[in-house]
């Protein structure tokens, strides 16, 4: 062994061992034995922030790759943004605009392309983690931080057998960051070699949304959009468009693309719709406009934040109750600059969000406040737990009321919200 090596070097050397020797000698032995009796797992810890160490060098190649496809995800996103309003304004006769468009979309393709990572992620909490699990021959384990709280990707350099530990690492998560609750949303375990997992916030809630239209001709001009913000947030838009046909059809699904991608990509709702409104300007010359519906939904709290813009009122239905959210801003397209409004409410379980177009409720021509007749039709409406059916009966007794006669597209959106049960599959 090495202790005996080296004693048999120093006392086999000529000539008497003097103090100096002895003592540098006993440093040597002690730093032997208490080497010896550091704990594996230490030492693993200690490996991975010494650089220069293999664990150190696949730790930051981890820190690079996830920092870069982070980046990439949201250059991706602004550029769908520019590319669509370059595409939308090809026939339009200001051209200075569209080639704005167009250079703005270059200009982040190059960003994309000459992207290096530098920067560092919430190293405390991967410290943290890498701490708490040291015994769990971590390959690495990387944490983002999102909108909504953070998502951690990490892998195992080999398979954990019994498919729980992505599990355990979340538990821990869940207990440590800012009291929310998180869950394994994905996992790769297929096959002997491998082992990584993400873990991201797993809200209280999700969303359940049934839908029903009609169109008063061939091509609805009322369109409608569900799309995850972040794990905890989902937004559903509706658009009317200005009339009926394929011409009002067309003009809300480009304002409901496009504002989708927006706020994707990150842009805040005064800013989307401020462009949109702008795009919508510069493409039509014959005054076409569009309303946007749009209820932001938080799935860890309830809430819903509304943003109206020409659009009808929305109702939400608490038993034999029913709350009104109105609409005060002018459809977009129709002034150059357009103020946006929100406005919150609380949506507990066993509640039922109803969003409608203008259609559904101009349908009754014999009353003026149409509002308060929706009302009434909403209180002795049958509940369901099928949203689809629910939303069909709302807008079977509009036809009805009309005697059967569309004079214009109608839409109806039911929501509710129900406990999530975010035990991921093996």
Known sequence: NYVGSLLALVFSASGPADAETITWLFVILAAVWFAGRVPQERLNLLARIVPGTDSHQKQSQGYDEHLKKVFDKK???????FEELENNLLDNEN????????SMAELLKTMKTSFSPEAAFTKELEEVLLRRFSQSDLSHITVLPT??????????????????FCREVADFASGTIESQRYGVTNRNCQSEKTCG???????????????????SQEVSGDNQITFEIASSKVAIVLSDGMGVGLKAHTESNVTLRLLERMIKAGYDLATSVS???RLLILRNQDDMFVTIDLVVVDLFSGQLEFAKIGAAPSFIKRGREVEI????????????????ESDRRMLQEGEVLVMTTDGVLDAQRSVARKDEWMCW???R???????????????????DVADGRIEDDMMVVVARLVRADWELES
């Open 95 to 102: 051209p200075l605009f569209h080639r704005q468009m167009h």
């Open 275 to 277: 462009l949109i409104n």
């Open 325 to 340: 959210i109105y609409n005060h801003t002018l459809p977009v397209g129709v002034l150059s600059q357009v103020d946006v």
């Open 197 to 215: 997992f993400k873990i991201s916030p797993c809200p209280h809630y999700k969303v359940e949304i049934g839908k029903a239209k009609v169109a």
């Open 381 to 399: 409406l049958q509940e369901s737990d099928d949203m689809s059916l629910m939303a069909e009966a709302i807008l079977a007794d509009s036809i």
């Open 75 to 81: 250059i991706d996103g602004y550029l769908t943004v």
């Open 147 to 164: 909108l909504d709280g953070y998502e951690i990707y990490g892998a195992r350099k080999g398979p954990c057998g019994t498919g729980t």
């Open 377 to 379: 039709n909403l209180r």
